[in-house]
């Protein structure tokens, strides 16, 4: 009885010995990381600011920035996001989007868009159609990220005279009941540790562990393509200023109205680009989408996951850009004009 208990006390003293020294690991580590994160949210926060501006529309405030010239192409982020997201690979690889005049907005609840200019998908898209006229632009093409695709589809269906053609990757369209669950809730608040927590993952020492994780097709040999990856994961810091619109969201995706919406009514040219394996948003309903949707084009990503266009770049730029390069070509030939 004396050895088990002898037994039992070493072990217990073993126990609290790795205790003690987790807890001087963890405390080092903030140290050593705390410092330089504080600084880059720093930089990183004002970069947001510097980078865009607010326009004043008839339907209230939007954040946007315009980068480069030649055809509009209105960009919208997925979720969580912001008007810098689908900007990432631009500036990062500026020559792949020559020929184009990129409006990327953030969506009502990112950033410093307020939420009040548009909490359903229907009042972000007109929301959107306010921008234009403020921007003296008369047709874009709208281009709509996973969560942002709900808006888009609802700007082709509400304002057809103004767009040239909608583009929709990873699109999940339809509706997702358990949207408002306290799980959800919980998951979109926005602390501050997650702030520090996704700094951390994607730093140069934990990223080469961590990335692969993060995105199935990830190629930790391609410079350009590990730190686009980083550089999008980042895009989602601070997390304060994205889970308004992330909480919204998810909200208006539990709207069972959704999957009534009459797609077969577009008219636009539409292209669909989405991984065979991802599991954030259903490749099955692209391609039930594309059925419906008449003339849609699908193109599938074979194997690709819901980071497909940063970690397989070549094929999705190649299917975006013959598809622009078909419809400015068609737009050419006659009306409508690519703007005014």
Do not use: C
């Not at 539409?270 to 948003?281: C, M, P, S, W």
């Amino acid at each position: 009885m004396a050895d088990h208990k002898s037994r039992l006390r070493r072990v217990w003293i073993v126990v609290k010995r790795i205790q003690r020294g987790l807890t001087v690991l963890v405390l080092v580590i903030l140290a050593v990381s705390v410092p330089p994160f504080w600084r880059w949210s720093t930089q990183h926060n004002a970069a947001l600011l510097r980078q865009s501006h607010v326009v004043s529309t008839a339907k209230g405030d939007i954040e946007v920035a315009v980068v480069g010239e030649g055809v509009p192409i209105l960009q919208l982020h997925g979720s969580p996001g912001g008007y810098d997201q689908p900007l990432v690979r631009h500036n990062l690889r500026p020559n792949q989007s020559a020929g184009l005049k990129a409006i990327s907005i953030s969506r009502p609840g990112y950033l410093r868009t307020p939420l009040a200019s548009g909490r359903t998908h229907q009042e972000q898209a007109d929301l959107y159609f306010a921008l234009l006229e403020t921007l003296g632009l008369r047709h874009v093409i709208v281009q709509g990220s996973s969560g942002g695709s709900y808006s888009a589809i609802q700007f082709v269906l509400r304002h057809p005279d103004r767009a040239i053609a909608l583009i929709l990757y990873a699109p999940d369209l339809g509706s997702h009941r358990g949207g408002d669950t306290f799980a959800v809730r919980l998951h979109a608040q926005g602390w501050l540790i997650d702030d520090y927590s996704r700094w951390l993952l994607t730093s140069r020492l934990i990223f080469p562990f961590a990335g692969p994780l993060m995105a199935r097709d990830l190629d930790m040999d391609d410079d350009d393509e590990r730190e686009v990856v980083r550089t999008l994961i980042r895009s989602t810091i601070p997390a304060g200023l994205h889970s308004a619109g992330r909480r919204n969201d998810l909200e208006q995706r539990a709207n069972p109205e959704i999957d009534r919406w009459p797609v077969e009514r577009i008219r636009v040219p539409t292209l669909i680009v989405h991984g065979t394996r991802d599991e954030n948003a259903s490749y099955q309903r692209s391609v039930a989408l594309s059925a419906r949707i008449p003339g849609a084009k699908l193109v599938s990503i074979e194997g690709g996951d819901h980071l497909v266009s940063f970690t397989r770049p070549d094929e999705v730029r190649r299917a975006i850009d013959g598809f622009i390069d078909d419809v400015v070509g068609r737009a050419k030939a006659g009306p409508p004009e690519a703007s005014r």
